[in-house]
């Protein structure tokens, strides 16, 4: 890819900037908000499965400053441009290209304090995007629960598996982690606003958790009932999280 062919974006009021295809898959809130659920601490291990550019890594790396961090990305493209983006920040991101169902060698032989990845939205047998890279990163080729299945065999002993997936797909993921061992588990819907129907949720589970399942109140994003213009309306929590930087809670 040529710098004609790409756009260089701010997440988190700048404090991250990434390089991205002007056309094809772009990364936006959702992997901020991935990023943000992430409760890492410096020093801990973490691989982002599926990082694109590697917005969602990054983010968490300027909130949370020593994480030590790897990433897998099928395209090489984008992979190229997730160092690109690594090396312009300053973090120290090693990133491999690959696919979740047959991760190179040093990931297969390593393991991490989190997993966090956004596996794409939409089924196998949906439409696909029309560009390439669009249509990979928005489009099963791997199933859901094989992603889930790949993040909770690198994930240590007490290590935390955080993803976002569409809201309907939400039982999905939670019987994935249920089936990779995982445990502990809590989703946290997003809505758009306030009385609208959640879209997109996370979900983290534990390896080896033992504590029930717990469904938190939604992240209402946007304030007032329509858009009202080129501007920003989120509302203060979730203003705070997407250009602030601040994380996520897992408690209400």
Not at 36 to 55: I, K, M, S
Not at 63 to 85: F, K, M, W
Not at 159 to 181: H, N, S, Y
Not at 219 to 224: I, N, W
Request: aromatic share 4%; proline share 7%; glycine share 12%.
């Amino acid at each position: 890819m040529t710098d004609p062919g790409l756009t260089r974006d701010a997440f988190l009021g700048g404090r991250v900037m990434a390089w991205q295809p002007r056309a094809g898959f772009r990364s936006g809130v959702d992997a901020v908000l991935l990023a943000a659920g992430c409760e890492a601490a410096p020093g801990d291990r973490v691989l982002d499965l599926g990082c694109g550019v590697g917005v969602a890594v990054l983010c968490l790396a300027a909130r949370v400053p020593g994480i030590v961090a790897a990433g897998l990305e099928v395209q090489a493209d984008y992979a190229a441009l997730a160092r690109r983006n690594a090396t312009d920040a300053g973090v120290a991101l090693e990133v491999h290209q690959g696919s979740v169902t047959d991760l190179p060698l040093p990931l297969r032989a390593a393991s991490f304090d989190h997993v966090l990845t956004n596996p794409p939205y939409f089924a196998a047998d949906a439409p696909r995007a029309a560009d390439a890279g669009r249509g990979v990163a928005r489009g099963e080729t791997v199933a859901l629960p094989d992603w889930v299945r790949a993040g909770a065999r690198r994930l240590a002993p007490g290590g935390w598996l955080t993803v976002i997936q569409r809201a309907e797909r939400l039982p999905d993921v939670l019987a994935a982690m249920g089936a990779a061992g995982l445990g502990s588990l809590g989703a946290r819907p997003l809505a758009p606003r306030q009385g609208r129907a959640s879209r997109l949720v996370l979900v983290r589970g534990r390896k080896g958790g033992r504590a029930a399942f717990r469904l938190l109140a939604p992240l209402v994003l946007h304030d007032g009932d329509r858009h009202p213009g080129d501007r920003d309306h989120y509302m203060r929590d979730a203003q705070a999280i997407l250009r602030d930087g601040a994380a996520l809670p897992w408690t209400d």
